[in-house]
T-cell receptor, first 112, second 113 residues
């Protein structure tokens, strides 16, 4: 059983650029959720994908978008980066045991 | 809408002392309740969860939590903490069968020797 892996672990982008973050879900899981965790805050729900379809979205602007692939891995894309997008982005996969989401180690995004 | 309040941003405690981390939630419907732990530069690890049934839930690493519906609370406890318990602890809720978590702002547990 493989865990949830995210890539890259760290990256630095310039304001206005675009970024793609990746997540490989745990084996047997068909649901991926993305969270943004600003420094000193709790994670905030961005959106969720279930079997390649968006299945709920938090209070984030449309420049945050995502994809889920047939193997249930997922991407988070952020366009027109702003300084406030600097955060730890967490991916969680679920769909196995009821109400049990497994988190990756996160991608630390710094926007300068 | 659902919300979670963690009343203490930081909790300092000496090793081998008991600890309680407080969590209150707000929801007009039944929710699932969770505690997660986050070690520095890592993701979140599930400590325990309450779905239904017995209100006392036991988790990993000797932690337990009690669901109190009348007080809308889900406080986390450990009778004797270790240095290795130093971490950030997050309380969270979700609507049943959604896996969409709403987190509190976290409590930093600092264990001193």
């Amino acid at each position: 059983e493989t865990g949830v892996t995210q890539s890259p672990t760290h990256l630095i982008k310039t304001r206005g650029q675009q970024v793609t973050l990746r997540c490989s879900s745990q084996s047997g899981h068909n649901t991926v959720s993305w969270y943004q965790q600003a420094l000193g805050q709790g994670p905030q729900f961005i959106f969720q994908y279930y079997r390649e379809e968006e299945n709920g979205r938090g209070n984030f602007p449309p420049r945050f978008s995502g994809l889920q692939f047939p193997n249930y891995s997922s991407e988070l894309n952020v366009n027109a980066l702003e300084l406030d997008d600097s955060a730890l982005y967490l991916c969680a996969s679920s769909g196995g045991v009821v109400a049990e989401a497994f988190f990756g180690q996160g991608t630390r995004l710094t926007v300068v | 809408a659902q919300s979670v309040t963690q009343l203490d941003s930081q909790v300092p405690v000496f090793e081998e002392a008991p600890v309680e981390l407080r969590c209150n939630y707000s929801s007009s419907v039944s929710v699932y309740l969770f505690w997660y732990v986050q070690y520095p530069n890592q993701g979140l690890q599930l400590l325990l969860k309450y779905l239904s049934g017995s209100t006392l839930v036991k988790g990993i690493n000797g932690f337990e939590a009690e669901f109190n519906k009348s007080q809308t609370s889900f406080h986390l406890r450990k009778p004797s903490v270790h240095i290795s318990d130093t971490a950030e602890y997050f309380c969270a809720v979700s609507l049943p069968n959604t896996d969409k978590l709403i987190f509190g702002t976290g409590t930093r547990l600092q264990v001193f020797p």
